[in-house]
């Protein structure tokens, strides 16, 4: 066949010698990695038993951040769901109520708030977008699940615990104890 290039090279099929035919050395050149991985110190551990020492700069699952006195910050400005390059961020804004400002710090909140953690390719730009420090992203990652909609996570995933009211469920979120 005519070659285009003319850097194609017919491979030249040798014969087998008889070492190779009964392929002893080839188990033992296969037999020596084995051993030199088995005595290498192994890099699986065993989750989640235990669990790996992330970078200081990994970024993680959104977490919806509360002020000090346990106030949603989000004010469903809808700057983070526009900065998303994977349009990952859903939310439908509401007006606080009189009586409500105990929950939300400003007068419109997200009533609601999704992410797709199947699309957020978890770049952080939501976090810098944002003007209110209502979102970062967490040193946690996704835990699997069996079903696509188990990984859309609403305020009920996403709201850090209150502070006030939920002081040990904070501290466990941040991994304190
Ligand atoms: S981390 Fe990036 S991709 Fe994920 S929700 Fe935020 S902006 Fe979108
Ligand atoms: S998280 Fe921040 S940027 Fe996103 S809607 Fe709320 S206040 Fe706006």
């Not at 769901?81 to 929950?103: D, H, Q, Y």
């Not at 995933?157 to 904070?170: C, F, V």
């Amino acid at each position: 066949m005519q070659s285009l290039t003319n850097r194609s090279k017919p491979v030249e099929r040798k014969p087998m010698t008889w070492v190779e035919r009964i392929y002893i050395w080839n188990i033992f050149k296969g037999m020596l990695i084995t051993g030199k991985h088995f005595l290498k110190k192994k890099p699986t551990i065993q989750y989640p038993e235990e669990k790996r020492t992330f970078s200081p700069v990994f970024r993680g699952v959104q977490v919806l951040n509360r002020d000090e006195e346990g106030r949603e910050r989000c004010t469903a400005c809808g700057l983070c769901a526009v900065a998303c390059p994977a349009e990952a961020i859903t939310m439908e804004a509401a007006e606080r109520k009189p009586g409500e400002e105990n929950l939300y710090r400003e007068e419109k909140y997200a009533a609601r708030y999704e992410i797709n953690m199947l699309r957020c390719i978890f770049c952080g730009l939501c976090e810098e977008a944002c003007p209110k420090d209502a979102i970062y992203l967490s040193e946690t990652f996704a835990p699997a699940n069996y079903q696509r909609k188990g990984f859309i996570y609403g305020k009920n995933e996403l709201l850090i615990p209150d502070p006030k009211t939920q002081a040990q469920e904070l501290a466990k979120a941040r991994g304190q104890l």
